[in-house]
């Protein structure tokens, strides 16, 4: 099979590889849709010495396929079904976090991919059955890989916040988690700014339904999202960007009780001014994908809010796996919606 391979310093490859075989308790998925992450630029950005004495890892963790082969001791699943996972992030299956249906939280055998050989990249990849969701028939494929990653993680992030449609939401950052973060936060009612210095993505995000776009770049954006709320600050906001600017823009934004949810992930120190944060009381929240069981709750949602329309606006460039090279580039280049990989 073919897989996508990170050299270090905005360089990939398509290799050659022999399909994975499933272990007991994991499947083999025939892929059918997976996408460039934001977590992917970043492996795709470090520098060669990053990747010595790693082994090779196939990039990708936002799959949508259809189940190949069951391993010995996967029985809930049948070949054939329609999949996408609901977590990437494979852990121990025993501790109290992975129990509970965080297994992004494993301290024990955290895991992402469940093993090099087997990332979304690639014409096949290796998941534990229990992350495996089977599709219902009104989500695609393509919406099966939005609920794999952004989309479950932009609506674990907003049900920490809830808004409702009183509420105004400041998402910072219009990239692709940052556009499922708008569309989603609209959906729930909210009014909703966005904050992107790229003028496609900021037209994107308009296309999407946010009702105010800044361009921090142009204008300060602490007085402008002030003046557009009537000089209070907004009650929450989303940053997904990990720009430093951005996360003192939050501090230095919200009003007094405000609640904010960091999503966008950084290597680079941040150096934030917390006075703000003390003064006003506010409550900063990390959090990282959706738990498991928030599966079925994520899908009802899109179904009754009709995503799927808005999700085909947010990808902007489709591509075959065998042109990796170029859709990392673009993907690279910050100014396009979700990018995807087909396979039919």
Known sequence: MKGVVMLGDRRA?????????????????????????????????????????????IMGHEPAGVIEELGSHAHR??????VCLCSHHFGCGHCAQCLAGYPQYCAVDHRVPVRPDSGASA?????DERNC????????????????????TAYAALRRLRPTGDDTLVVFGQGPLGLMGTLMGKAMGARVIGVEPGSERRELSRQLGADEVLDPSSVNVVEAIRDLTHGIGPKMALETS?????????????????????????????????????????TLTGSLVAPLHYYWDLVDFIARHDLQTKFRR???????????????????????????????
């Open 13 to 57: 490859e398509v290799r050659e590889f022999p399909i994975p075989q499933p272990g007991p308790d994991e499947v083999l998925i025939r892929m059918r849709r997976s996408a460039v992450c934001g977590s992917d630029l970043r492996l795709y950005r470090k520098p060669v010495s990053y990747f010595e004495g790693m082994p090779t890892l």
């Open 77 to 82: 699943l049948d070949l054939g079904a329609r």
């Open 123 to 127: 014409e096949f990849m290796i998941a």
């Open 133 to 152: 969701m089977v599709l219902p028939e009104e989500l695609t494929f393509e919406d099966g890989v939005f609920v794999s990653c952004i989309g479950g």
């Open 242 to 282: 990990a720009a430093p600017a951005a996360q003192q823009a939050i501090i230095d934004t919200l009003r007094p009780e405000g609640h904010a949810v960091f999503l966008g992930i950084s290597d680079e120190a941040s150096g934030l001014l917390l006075g703000g944060f003390i003064r006003r009381g506010l």
């Open 314 to 344: 947010l990808v902007t460039h489709r591509f075959k796996l065998v042109d990796a090279v170029e859709a990392f580039r673009v993907a690279d280049s910050c100014t396009a919606g979700k990018i995807m990989f087909v396979w039919d």
